[in-house]
């Protein structure tokens, strides 16, 4: 069966995106975890950051640079935070490659 993040970014299932290009789709958290919270995704289905390859490079500078533009568009002037979760000690739950913004709130340190 195909993964849920795919199935978004082929627009098979609704999500509210905020963000579309040829690579790259970003869309608000189903379970917001702070005020603004957006999952940015390659379109491409990549398991996650264990399985990045040198290929993937300009991909994944891509992926940062456009969460940056993302928390400028969402006026996150105060700082925000972006996180990459992997694996299972890592909190990752689907198992396609995908970078939080989450701000609109202080963040703690250290995370959970
Ligand atoms: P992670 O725990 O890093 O794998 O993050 C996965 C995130 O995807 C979680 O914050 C979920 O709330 C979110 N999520 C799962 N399904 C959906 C969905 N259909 N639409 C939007 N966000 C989702
Ligand atoms: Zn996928």
Redesign the pocket.
Known sequence: MEC?FCK?AKRE?P?DVVYEDEDIVA?R???PVAPIHV?VIPKEHIEGVHSLEDKHQALVGKLILKAKDIANQLNLKEGYRLVL?VGEYG????SHI?L?IIGGRPMMWPPG
């Open positions: 849920i978004i299932i999500s869309f958290d189903i379970k999952i979760n909190g990752q739950t689907v995908h939080h």
